[in-house]
């Protein structure tokens, strides 16, 4: 059973037509009656107003380092609190936590924690942040910003699929100190088919997040047939240079068999290899190898003169290149905040 909320949270970003509830929280945007749910399972019609009906329910706590979620170029070497609670509004049929992302609120075991509980838990493990991730956080936004409000100091991580309306998005840009962003594919017919979104959407959000100054690193999942074509990583990788900067890091990460995907075969090495050199190719100066153990393909080098400044081998981390966030060779200012 799940655990059963001491609070009705009463949801932000909807408005009420009738006997139906129009959530605002993201494009999808529920039309939800009196006892039902939305799409992401975390909005339920009540008679008074619509609940935020996860608010509080964790599925998933750890102390992770922060280059898992991943970040490389936000406080590297660091740890952060990380956690999680059921539901999204995405379908991903590949999605490797779908246990607790495709699972209904009353269908999973949770813990009901407060926010003040979970800032305290945080402080305990001597973690300078919160990282919301392992399912959609966005539909948790109700928690995340009360949590942060218990202690506006501690950083907080978003780990998102990034669909999202502006106007949440603008408010939580306002409490996050850093995002990852999955960018699932780079057409529509991949989002409508395997994701039930639309690209554009997650597009927008992304500049929207450049726009409010959020540290912002972006995660390309390659799925061998779907969405690895030569032609869609350059216009994604054209897309990034044109709308963002060349300075956002690019992950791209393996693919491995899981959910309604466990047919499709492991991305090759080789198409891991193949998609950076075509992400350098389009001027992206920080582009990243997951999921993988290679020579290189997670070191950061100074793009100016190519100094090795940060070696990883896995989560293993060595700063052998940098005073502040400058690097020590030549001295230039790179993207990374410590």
């Excluded at 990788?237 to 068999?257: I, M, N, Q, T, Y």
Aim: aromatic share 8%.
């Amino acid at each position: 059973m799940a655990a059963i909320s001491p609070v009705r949270m009463e949801a932000r970003y909807y408005e009420r037509d009738g006997d139906v509830y129009i959530c605002g929280l993201c494009p999808h945007r529920c039309r939800i009656g009196i006892g039902k749910y939305g799409r992401c399972g975390a909005r339920r019609g009540d008679p008074d107003y619509l609940v935020a009906d996860t608010y509080g329910r964790v599925s998933s706590l750890c102390v992770d380092p922060v280059e898992k979620k991943p970040l490389y170029h936000y406080k590297p070497g660091s740890r952060i609190f990380s956690v999680g609670s059921v539901g999204c509004n995405m379908t991903c049929k590949h999605c490797q936590n779908y246990s607790i992302s495709q699972s209904p609120a009353g269908r999973k075991r949770t813990t009901y924690k407060s926010p003040q509980d979970l800032a305290a838990m945080c402080n305990r493990e001597k973690s300078d942040g919160i990282a919301f991730t392992y399912n959609e956080p966005t539909i948790w936004i109700e928690y995340i910003q009360d949590t942060m409000r218990c202690d506006p100091e501690l950083d907080c991580v978003i780990v998102t699929n990034g669909l999202i309306c502006e106007k949440p998005l603008r408010d939580l840009c306002g409490i996050a100190d850093a995002m990852n962003i999955d960018v699932k594919g780079f057409t529509d017919e991949f989002y409508m088919k395997i994701c039930g979104a639309h690209l554009k959407d997650v597009l927008d959000a992304i500049k929207v997040a450049k726009d409010e100054g959020v540290h912002i690193e972006l995660t390309y999942l390659l799925i061998p047939g779907h969405n690895d074509s030569p032609d869609e990583i350059k216009a994604f990788a054209e897309w990034v240079a044109k709308e963002l900067s060349v300075d956002v890091p690019v992950h791209f990460s393996r693919f491995h068999p899981d959910n309604e995907m466990n047919t499709v075969p492991w991305t090759p090495e080789e198409s891991l290899e193949k998609a950076m050199d075509i992400a350098e190719a389009a001027g992206l100066r920080h582009v990243y190898l997951g999921n993988i153990i290679s020579d290189d393909g997670s070191d950061t080098f100074c793009p100016e003169c190519g100094n090795v400044v940060i070696k990883r081998t896995g989560y293993l981390i060595d700063i052998v290149g940098l005073i502040g966030d400058r690097c020590s060779s030549c001295r230039t200012r790179l993207n990374i905040i410590r």
